[in-house]
């Protein structure tokens, strides 16, 4: 496959397998990580020995590092963006790109910004979370390619650049914070909640919400009705309902 750009960097698509990581979906914070560090201190010292896109001055900005040594990817860490794709664009074409199998790199310390994603789209069953950039949400492409870079995490090419990033079974990797959740087998019902909580989450409802019209609450107080902890994937459903029902406190203090 040719090189591909992240943003203004050139990287080089070498053969090999996706990096040997666990996946998570930090829920609270809504953070998909894949990296081999396990608190807010090994983070650090893992920028600071890696180069690439990242900062550990600005923790909004989304990372690929790569070794300092080899110039290999080494971790990934993207924000999932508050704004939902609705009638504008039908992302699950996305889903039908076949996954290839390959190893990122750049030159030793290179460093460099990735254009950020705006929109994210959750198929309705759970499948998949589609996380674009503005560019990659408003353009056409004749090529498109997912690049697996771990397990059920994929980097989005359009005509050779950068466009985004899907991660498959969002709800089979739910986690709290650093901490990592064994696995379990898959909950369908948990997928199908994940999908309507982003597809209701959206910045701009939350912001009618500040503004003092508190209806928009509704369908995920509906939501936190439904979900239970007697059956599935106990762990990831107590984290779901834990954040579901942060949310529901936090934005209800605005209705006044």
Known sequence: MDDIMLGD????????????????????EQLVVAGPYRSADDHERHLLATSGAGSWVADACDELRFASGTGALVSAWFQVPGRVAQDRADLSAWLD?????VRLAVDPGSDFELPPVSVRW?????????????????????????????????LLVADGRYVGWLLEHPAAHLSNSWTEVPDSPEDPELGAWVARFFTLTDDDVFDTIVDGEPAPLEPLG?????????TGDLTRRKIFRDVLDEVLDWHSGFDA
Do not use: I
């Open 9 to 28: 960097m050139p990287v080089r698509v070498v053969p090999g397998g996706p990096m040997p990581l666990s996946v998570d979906l930090r829920f609270g």
């Open 222 to 230: 509906e939501l936190l009705a439904e979900v239970h902890t007697e």
């Open 97 to 101: 790109v076949a996954r290839v199998g």
């Open 122 to 154: 959750c198929e309705r069953s759970g499948s998949a979370l589609v996380c674009l950039t503005e560019e990659g949400f408003s353009e056409d492409a004749s090529v498109r390619s997912r690049l697996t870079l771990a397990k059920d995490l994929d």
